[in-house]
């Protein structure tokens, strides 16, 4: 059974930092690209970042470009974001995703970037 | 950037009514098009991948459309557990998977 699980969420003040992990399970992580998406408090979806099954290419979301760096571990099945700079409009629920037709999605885990 | 504009943006059905949500792109993006449905405090779930294609376990009410840049997702004999938010997504082109505004099913 194909299983993502997020975690590293929590409060952060404006222009901290945070790191998300997300532990795959059920298949073969390296051979799939990955992806992270939020999903602000009472809003749609927004895309954030994706990176391919070997590490490249990576991509951005132009609101998170230059602040978040997606990176993964296909030794330990785990997908990373590196959150820096957060602004309050980072808050958000933020999930992992398979592939581009994003066919599976981890629960999410709240970032929440306040004073 | 491709935009992707998704309609409506609310709509109630009853119990067995088929109900039909169109999403937009703002240019050509074959069929690279996607559909999610979002219960409240859940992951969003695949529904449809390219364009028209039912993702394994699907009921077979769902299905997808597609005419140029126009998608359509019908929801046919709509049953209790469908009352949910709806979106559409391009996976067509990088960076960028466009997500529609969503698109909420309520109960009349």
Redesign the interface.
Known sequence: EVQLVESGGGLVQPGGSLRLSCAASGFTFSSYEMNWVRQAPGKGLEWVAYIGSDGGPIYYADSVKGRFTISRDNANSSLYLQMNTLRAEDTAVYYCARLRAFDYWGQGTLVTVSS | DIQMTQSPFSLSASIGDTVTITCRASQSIST?L?W?Q?KPGK????LI??ASSL?SGVPSRFSGSASGTDFTLTISSVQPEDFATY?C?Q?YI?????????TRLEIK
Request: glycine share 14%; no cysteine.
């Open positions: 690279f996607n999610y979002q992951a969003p779930k695949l991948y390219a993702q979106y997504q996976s990088t960076p960028g998977f466009t997500f529609g505004q969503g």
